[in-house]
């Protein structure tokens, strides 16, 4: 044996035993515990309901001790993939009962949140796992990839800092910060004592006066079907139900007046003549390269579009690679003018995202307008945690929230 091999041999040996000892049954628990814990800050933050989001508030603590990337990124996988557990269903129903595409949407729409989680992990304490997770976080919370940014947890700050605002935002992002530290303890008791307050005393947001909601259970059966005749005269019969019921506002579903056109806009306001009442309502309308998915404004006068969604769903509808799909606004018209009232509009898709909403309360609006069409969900929670969402952002401001959904 060489001078040269007896000096390698201690490192040699020490690299062996330390692979080895990482395959021992103990670390493997270990690390499955780290996974198990990413499938509940998931499946139960992201079940539906508004009070569960601070579940989500242990994901940061789980990603920044897991004890490798390997387990970091499977973590991060866990976490989003159960958070988005009604998209293989929904998917597969959206392009034709093909549940092999629904699956392989529901796993491509991870991969960015996973390799953003598993490139900034860190194995070094101190102030490296914080900020790194700062960065994560931003980078999950604006295009490019916060075009797939859902199930942030701190969508949670509407639910343990309700009114807070602003700076109910900031605590929350404090919060998750200290979660990756070893001062995580000392967070968690914090926000778990937040979390049991909110919980006895949270409230959903109150609906603005004279607003009316409609919600609808339209079923369409293929992709690119929109409202036929039977069904405007079924959504006009709703709206003037609820003006007699004293609404002034209605807002309907997203797509509620389907492809608009002059035949449409003559229908309408043939059907509002004798109303006074305006009708804010999603439709589709078509140009030369692709299409708005857009929010109307209808009275019995007039007739206008007052809202372009600015992050359309990725693929089934935003398709940047080629013609004929929805165009994205991004950073544009992030609020509207409701019967005199400034509106934060959020469509359907927009409301698992963070910078809508946020860029949309950075003009102070007055309510949320939330708005989507869940026909192809087939059944699962996604339309129910699209509304809890709604709910959260609406009680971290403290503004009423209006929606609608065709479901």
């Known amino acids: 044996m060489t001078r040269d091999t007896l000096a390698r041999s201690p490192q040699t040996a020490l690299l ?44 940061p603590a789980l990603w920044a001790f897991a004890p490798s990337r390997v387990v970091a990124s499977l973590v991060a996988a866990a976490h989003f993939l159960g958070a988005s557990r009604g998209l293989p269903v929904g998917t597969s129903i959206f392009f034709g009962e093909q549940l092999a595409i629904g699956i392989s949407f529901w796993l491509m729409a991870s991969i960015l949140f996973v390799i953003v989680h598993a490139t900034l992990w860190t194995s070094k304490g101190g102030w490296h796992r914080p900020l790194r997770y700062a960065i994560a976080a931003i980078l999950m919370s604006v295009p490019p990839f916060g075009i797939t940014g859902w199930a942030s947890p701190i969508t949670a700050a509407g639910i343990l800092f309700p009114g807070w605002g602003w700076l109910g935002l900031a605590a929350m992002a404090t919060g998750l910060l200290v979660m990756t530290t070893r001062a995580w303890p000392a967070a968690a008791l914090v926000l778990g004592g937040l979390y049991a ?100 404004e209808l009275t019995r006068d007039s007739s206008q579009i007052v809202y372009k969604q600015r992050m359309p769903v990725p693929v089934s509808m935003w398709q940047p690679w080629t013609t004929g799909g929805a165009h994205a606004q991004f950073f544009r018209n992030p609020y509207i003018d409701a019967a005199g009232q400034r509106a934060a509009p959020l469509i359907c898709y927009e409301l698992l ?16 307008i939330a708005s989507g069409n869940g026909w192809w969900t087939g059944g699962s929670n996604i ?5 809890a969402s709604g709910e959260a952002w609406a009680s971290l401001f403290d503004i009423p929230l209006v929606m609608a959904f065709n479901e």
Request: net charge negative; no cysteine.
């Open 383 to 387: 339309v129910s945690i699209l509304k």
């Open 197 to 296: 307050w909110s919980a006895a005393t949270w409230t959903p947001p109150a609906l603005p006066e004279g607003y009316a909601g409609i919600n609808t259970a339209f079923k369409f059966t293929a992709q690119g079907q929109y409202a036929d005749y039977s069904q405007h005269l079924e959504t006009i019969g709703l709206v003037k139900e609820a003006v007699g019921q004293g609404a002034s506002v209605v807002v309907l579903p997203e797509s509620a007046l389907g492809l608009w056109g002059r035949t449409t806009e003559s229908l309408w306001q043939r059907e509002l003549a004798d109303l006074d009442v305006r009708v804010i309502g999603g439709a589709t309308v078509v140009d030369s390269v692709g299409y708005e998915n857009a929010i109307m």
């Open 353 to 368: 995202l963070v910078w809508p909403v946020l860029q949309s309360m950075m003009h102070e609006p007055d309510m949320i």
């Open 16 to 59: 062996a035993s330390r692979g080895k000892s990482s395959l021992t049954p103990r670390n493997l628990a270990i690390s499955a515990a780290f996974v198990a814990g990413g499938v509940i800050t998931g499946t139960i933050g992201w079940s539906g309901h508004a009070i569960a989001f601070p579940v989500g508030v242990a994901f």
